[in-house]
């Protein structure tokens, strides 16, 4: 960044020394004006009234006229009004940051400590961090005195300039002079709707969608020349106008509390699918457990619960299907593990049996020997 002013913070007797830099910048694609016949640049220039040539910048002043009688003021002349030389920022209050209008915030400027010791910096900062108020400024840049809020932004002083109370403009609309009357449905309807779109505010997640599409037609643009074709670019809807105006206020919060609302859930559904995938792909033999406690945890919700067979052991089978029957997924799953008993148990019979014929097999030829 490279500094646009350098002057000094007044604090009472304190000076503190500071560079100003921007604070903002702009990112739009920039377009210039061309012919349209031939793509020729538009260009402007500078042309002089009376005798009709273009003017060098270096040989333009300025001017003021007033009934009939023009002022040309030289630039020796404007840089002689002492307010112009003044590279102070004097600090006149201490206000409470709430009692700024945020309609007079005009252009933000970060200030660097321009001294070898920045102890006067970090002492000022420290005091507007421990009265928690807003320092009031005046200053003068770029031919214009200007008043400012002096505050904190992540451990640097941040001057942000202020419009004078006359650049407000006063406003009175008829329309909000005649007596409205709002039910208290729509005032609870209108609030829930609120509440169901409250968060907090992260700049990040917003998009400049306008700049977005720009670069993609100029990108389009450049690959397909003139046989270029929005539709294919945007989609079919792209320039369709607005939407219609609202005929029905109560209509129209009952929808987008239903919109809102069919949003969320659908939202929930895809992260319950998505939990129980992760549970399936992780699973241990215990997944019918986990898919019960997450049946209970959403109360009565539906859910998908694991189809593996249940745990080892008599017990647990029953206990399965017990837990199985309160959620309203149970699918048997403990069918397997009683046929494997079973089958064990006839296994178990037959070779008892076959014991049984051995040992009287023995008996048998033990006689004969006899």
Known sequence: MRAIWKGAIAFGLVNVPVKVYSATEDHDISLHQVHNAD????RYQRRCEVCSQVIDYSDIEKAYEEDGRTVVLSKDELKSIPAENS???EVVQFVPSEQLEPMMFEKSYYLEPDSKSPKAYVLLRK????TDRVAIVQFALREKTRLGALRIKDD???LQSLLWPDEVREVNFPALDTSIRISAQEREMSAALV??????????SFTDEYQVQLRQLIEAKLEQGESLDTEETFGAEAGEGGKGEVIDLMEALKRSLDRKRGAESGADTKEADADDDGAHEGGDGKAPARGTSRAKASEGKETTAAKKPAAKGTAKTAAAKSTAAKSGTA???A???TAKS????STGAKSTAAKSTGTKSSAARARKGA
Do not use: N, Q, W, Y
């Open 195 to 204: 509440e169901s779109m409250a968060a907090d505010f992260e700049p990040a």
């Open 342 to 345: 079973a089958t064990a148990k």
């Open 127 to 130: 005091a507007l961090e421990d």
């Open 87 to 89: 590279h102070e920022i």
């Open 39 to 42: 793509g020729g640049r538009i």
């Open 331 to 333: 699918k048997a799953p």
């Open 335 to 337: 069918k397997s593990t």
């Open 156 to 158: 640097v002083l941040v």
